[in-house]
Structure formats: C-alpha cells, structure tokens
C-alpha cells in the first residue's frame, strides 16, 4: 500500500482478554516503531525493530506487552490479559534506514477501549 | 514550559499572529531532525525537518532552527491559521541504530 497500514482501526476489548494489533509498514521500510498515545497526551515510546537487529523494547510498560516482525515486514502488538489503563491510541511507523535522513511515516493508529 | 509525565505544554495564539514552538533534545550526538503536525484523531505527519549541518531551514509558512550549541530545536509558523491548532512534536536520530526519539509534544491552539 502507499501508506502505513493499521488494523483494527478500533478495539474494544474486555479487561482481561488478550489483543492483538497489527501494523503492515511502507514496503521497503527496514525501520518500525510502537507508540502508544493517551487522549490529550504525548507519544509514549514503546518498541522499536531495525532490520535484522535486536529490537530495542526498552519502552514496554510491562511483560503483558510483546511485539514481534515477522520476514521484516508486517509487525504486531500483543497486549494479554488488557487492563483498563491499556486504553489508547497505539501508533505505528515506519521508515528507511537511511544515512541521509528520512522521516518516519505514521498509520491512523489503532483506538484500543478496554471495558 | 516543561511538561509532567506526558502532559502537553499548550500554546494559544491569536490568528495572523506568528508561533513558535520550542523543542529540546538529548543527543548531542543526533544528526537529524524533523517536526510532525498531528491533528485530532489522526496520526502524526511530517511538517519539515532539518540535517545537524545546518541551522535554518525554510518551508511553506514554517521554518526550523537548530541550535546545536544548546541542543534546541524550534518551528516557526508564519500567520497562523487556525488549521495549524494541532500537537506538534519534534523528533531527533541519533545513534548508530539510527532510531527516532520523538519529544512531548507542544499543543498550539489557534484563536479566530
């Protein structure tokens, strides 16, 4: 696709329940970031893959929260046994490796609501 | 001003006026910088951004300084419109893994 692809655009989910959600990068992007957004707030630095190097997790609020890329490409966020406080906008993006500079590329992100 | 966790600091100005907005970063090691406008319920876009050999670099209505010296970041908006009422965060690269810290945002606010 031309663009950053999240699904599902909106979660609600019950507390407890695990959820997945999933980012498709811009093809060709080596570089995939996690963030997690609180309404009215900042960008909270969750996780971060580059190539094939060792993602750097150390923005994971808790071992509830794993990210995995598979084939460097699409990646997803698992968040188990939700809780309330879950509740937020997770963003994905992604961008090129590259010694220039180039910017990162932001999806819609995806609204998660745990009841 | 400073922020509290991740707080928004929060900029209102009256339309026509100019904003800037004050960023400052950590790396003096970052090489790289850019300013994302993110508008309610939508994410982030690029605005503009500038490489760490240079201080000025000038877009439509929007201009960026770098001060390297006190590692301070700032994005200027000519005549304000109240399209521009957004979160504006700045973002530094550096490091060898080339990875993106994005700051805490500032909200501008845009009065008719």
């Known amino acids: 696709g031309a663009g950053v692809s999240q699904s599902p655009s909106n979660k609600v989910t019950e507390k407890g329940k695990d959820v997945e959600l999933r980012c498709d990068p811009i093809?060709?992007?080596?570089?995939l970031y996690w963030y997690r957004q609180s309404l009215g707030q900042g960008l909270e630095f969750l996780i971060y893959?580059?190539?094939?190097?060792?993602?750097?997790k150390s923005g994971l609020p808790s071992d509830r929260f794993s990210a995995e890329r598979t084939g460097g490409s699409v990646s997803t966020l698992t968040i188990q046994r939700t809780q309330q406080e879950d509740s937020a906008v997770y963003l994905c993006?992604?961008?090129?490796?590259?010694?220039?500079?180039?910017?990162?590329?932001f999806g819609q992100g995806t609204r998660l609501t745990v009841v | 001003g400073e922020s509290v966790g991740l707080h928004l600091p929060t900029l209102s100005v009256q339309e026509g006026d100019n904003s800037i907005i004050n960023c400052a970063y950590s790396?003096?090691?970052?090489?790289?910088f850019i300013w994302y406008k993110q508008e309610s319920g939508k994410g982030p876009q690029f605005i503009i951004d500038?490489?760490?050999?240079?201080d000025k670099r000038q877009g439509q209505r929007v201009t960026v300084l770098l001060n390297k010296t006190v590692k301070h970041l700032s994005l200027q908006i000519a005549a304000t419109q109240p399209g521009d009422s957004a979160v504006y965060f700045c973002?530094?690269?550096?490091?060898?893994?080339?990875?993106?810290?994005f700051g805490k945002g500032t909200l501008l606010t845009v009065n008719p």
């Open positions: 993006a992604s961008s090129i490796r590259y010694r220039g500079g180039t910017e990162a590329f």
């Open positions: 093809s060709g992007h080596t570089a």
């Open positions: 893959f580059q190539g094939n190097s060792a993602p750097d």
């Open positions: 790396n003096s090691a970052s090489d790289y």
């Open positions: 500038i490489r760490s050999n240079m």
């Open positions: 973002a530094e690269r550096g490091g060898s893994n080339y990875k993106l810290t």
